[in-house]
């Protein structure tokens, strides 16, 4: 038993071990919670406290006093959205939006791009500009976004606030998606606050089978990766062969997949063992033909955001070509700078918006899904770009990037060097071929996986949960590896 002092000593927030969910202290944490909240399930307004106070404690648990903002967001954005929602006079509502967009953009400004506004200035204008280090809050970049949508569909009409600010506060600091998304939208969410709470077998099964899928790609696949490989050639890709280099792009393409997808469903399985729909937010991206059919696969929640509230809002396609290629260069040029403060991920997301504009240009969608030669071919294409891409998402800088490429570059033709090094690796090469095989699987396969999962009973599935947890501890590394996502 824990005594008091070290219960004490654990609830305070510590930097260094944030509360995550694919550590053991936040299942241990997850089930005594789930256990009150299914007792008070029919008791709708106790519910909604209990959750918003579990929810905060655990995003103190990631950022310490920085809860405080949230809160401060969230009451802001209701009460504004309010007076919009209730303001007849045109000009007034858009002062009130504009004043909305300033705080909540203002606010990521300041924490997240400070230091590199200041950097930039520096270097243009032979400035001494400097700030102490400014801590970024988990999850912030999603959180706001989450914030700006509701009072964006308010002032559109196409949406009633919620009820009171205590419903709004939940929809906000809903736990399961408050640090790495799905970006959730308030018209979806809103609703189901209000529904009777109701958690079917079916619904049972879906979640748990979510979770143990999301637990695999997290601490199984993309950890074990990342540690034992990735980190390593990125971190110093000199010490290393072309050929591995060439792997370690490879490796961090299925890493980020899995951290990222995995963190969704995850999230998706906790909120429907909550009794709450959440959107899916990755289809295989990896399929995909085209550049235009990746953004529609990856980080569904995050591209439909930005198509609604920036593509749109800049004029979409209703201003001529000219236009429309550059609004789809304009969001993922901006996109890239919601990832991160610096020039590499602007770049990568020039790079996506560059190809997106070319693929609207010359419809190469439409043109690749009519062979299916071609299809495949496009397919092939299309992952090496945005593999390619990735290289500048993961590098530590531009000069690590290009280490990266130049090494590669360098690479001949030797099978038998290549086997060499394969069976070197040969857990990470295993892992690599699990990882890309599953991502492969048709969905029709992966919908009857989760219904010959439904008809195991309830003892079958807590043993296979149990032994996924077991194979997460034999396979962790000393400390539990955050998620990727928790730094954007």
């Known amino acids: 038993m824990m005594e008091w002092a070290q219960i004490i000593e654990w609830i305070n927030y510590d930097p260094k071990t944030p509360l995550l969910f694919n550590s053991e202290a936040f299942l241990y944490l997850f089930l005594g919670f789930y256990l009150i909240y299914i007792l008070m399930k029919d008791v709708r307004k106790m519910r909604i406290f209990y959750v918003i106070a579990f929810s905060l404690f655990f995003y103190y648990k990631c950022s310490g006093i920085y809860f405080l903002l949230l809160v401060f967001s969230s009451f802001v954005d209701y009460y504004i959205s309010e007076l919009i929602y209730k303001n007849s006079d ?37 400035g001494d500009l400097s700030f102490e280090t400014i801590f970024l809050p988990i999850g912030i970049s999603f959180y706001t976004f989450q914030t700006m949508s509701y009072t964006i569909d308010i002032y559109r009409r196409e949406l009633e606030p919620a009820r009171n600010v205590w419903d709004f506060m939940f929809f906000v600091s809903f736990f399961p998606q408050l640090v790495a998304g799905p970006i959730v939208r308030a018209k979806d969410f809103i609703p189901q606050i209000y529904e009777k709470l109701e958690l079917t077998k079916k619904a049972l099964s879906y979640a748990m089978f979510l979770i143990i899928g999301g637990l695999i790609k997290k601490a199984v696949i993309s950890d074990y990766i990342s540690v034992n490989f990735v980190d390593r050639v990125f971190n110093f890709p000199d010490n290393y062969s072309a050929f591995e280099n060439l792997l370690a792009v490879y490796g961090y393409t299925l890493q980020i997949y899995c951290d990222f997808s995995g963190y969704s469903d995850i999230a998706i399985g906790l909120a429907l063992l909550l009794g709450f729909e959440l959107p899916p937010n990755f289809r295989t991206p990896y399929q995909s033909s085209s550049v235009t059919e990746f953004w529609r696969r990856w ?47 602007v770049f990568w997301g020039a790079m996506h918006g560059t190809v997106l504009a070319i693929e609207k240009a010359f419809q190469i969608p439409k043109l690749t899904s009519k062979n299916f030669t071609l299809k495949l071919a496009a397919g092939l294409v299309t992952f090496h770009f945005v593999a390619f891409c990735w290289i500048f998402f993961r590098a530590s800088d531009f000069t690590n990037a290009l280490n990266i490429i130049t090494n590669i570059g360098t690479m001949e033709w030797d099978p038998q060097n290549w086997w060499s090094v394969i069976l070197g690796y040969q857990n990470i090469a295993i892992l690599l071929f699990i990882g890309f095989l599953w991502h492969l699987v048709p969905q029709r396969w992966q919908d009857e996986q989760l219904e010959f999962f439904h008809k195991i009973p309830l003892i079958g599935k807590t043993i296979l949960f149990a032994a996924v947890i077991w194979i997460i501890s034999a396979t962790a590394s000393s400390e539990v590896q955050p998620f990727i996502y928790f730094q954007f």
């Open 299 to 345: 980080h569904i929640s995050l591209s439909g955001w930005l198509r609604d509230y920036l593509y749109i809002s800049l004029g979409g396609n209703r201003k001529g070509k000219i236009r429309t290629y550059f609004n789809l260069f304009m969001t993922m040029l901006l996109g890239g700078l919601w990832h991160g403060a610096s020039w590499k991920f």
């Open 90 to 126: 045109q000009r007034q509502r858009k002062w009130l939006l504009i004043l909305s967009c300033v705080i909540n953009l203002g606010l990521l400004a300041y924490f997240k791009y400070t230091g590199f506004l200041a950097e930039n200035f520096n270097a243009i204008f032979s």
